[in-house]
């Protein structure tokens, strides 16, 4: 099992930035690829980002392309997302989420374990 803890969600204005952290613990070894996901209320899960855990690949959705970049920290278990050139669009509860070897990339459902989500909110 893989315990995932976000932090760094917050308010800020249009154009600003913002550093999420997503720190594994438990059985890490079984990671295969770390991804960032956010949900508006009654909405699904949408992809934002993803990095291979192991490789260090790192994929994302058009509409972040550029302005977010992912990144991870093997040795301290840390995946993160700097996001910068924030738009109001991007205000969401974003999620962290760890698969293990065969996980689709942009597929929520294919995840296996989750974080409790951080509000992340820009204002115009």
């Known amino acids: 099992q893989v315990q995932l803890v976000e932090s760094g969600g917050g308010l800020v204005q249009a154009g600003g930035s913002l550093r999420l952290s997503c720190e594994a613990s438990?059985?890490?070894?079984?990671?295969?690829?770390v991804g960032w996901f956010r949900q508006l209320p009654g909405k699904e899960r949408y992809f934002v980002a993803a990095i291979n855990w192991i490789a260090g690949s790192t994929y994302y959705a058009d509409s972040v392309e550029g302005r977010f970049t992912i990144s991870r920290d093997n040795a301290k278990n840390t995946v993160s997302l700097q996001m910068s050139g924030l738009k109001p669009e991007d205000t969401a509860v974003y999620y962290c989420?760890?698969?293990?070897?065969?996980?689709?990339?942009?597929?929520?459902?294919?995840?296996?374990?989750w974080g409790q989500g951080t509000q992340v909110s820009v204002s115009s």
């Open positions: 438990g059985r890490t070894s079984s990671l295969y690829a």
């Open positions: 989420a760890g698969g293990n070897r065969g996980v689709n990339y942009f597929w929520a459902p294919d995840y296996n374990y």
